[in-house]
Nanobody, 118 residues
Framework: QVQVVESGGGLVQAGGSLRLSCAASGSILSILSINAMGWYRQAPGKQRELVAVITSGGSTNYADSVKGRFTISNGNAKNRVYLQMNTLAPEDTAVYYC?????????WGQGTQVTVSS
């Protein structure tokens, strides 16, 4: 079992920045089984969508809508992930969820609200 906890959401004006953090905890074997961690978001009335993902080896993938504005990193830790969000726009408003993906299953955090005012 892996527990995933996000932090760092909040209210920001358009053009501003926020940094989200996420930590996965659990047994040593569960942590070692993590292959990737990612950020997803869900806006009201919309489906949850991928924002960015990073593998344990450091490979990254981004949604087209955030390329050049958001940066995902893990500090070389399998069980941590960060999302630096710059040049935020109102359409980035959503609940942001962290997900750990591994051989022992996928686990979601409870989400953190990001609201961008125009």
């Amino acid at each position: 079992q892996v527990q995933v906890v996000e932090s760092g959401g909040g209210l920001v004006q358009a053009g501003g920045s926020l940094r989200l953090s996420c930590a996965a905890s659990g047994s040593i074997l569960s942590i070692l089984s993590i292959n990737a961690m990612g950020w997803y978001r869900q806006a009201p009335g919309k489906q949850r969508e991928l924002v960015a993902v990073i593998t344990s080896g450091g490979s990254t993938n981004y949604a087209d809508s955030v390329k050049g504005r958001f940066t995902i990193s893990n500090g070389n830790a399998k069980n941590r992930v960060y999302l630096q969000m710059n040049t935020l726009a109102p359409e980035d408003t959503a609940v942001y969820y962290c997900k750990s993906e591994g051989r022992r299953g996928d686990y979601w955090g409870q989400g953190t609200q990001v609201t961008v005012s125009s």
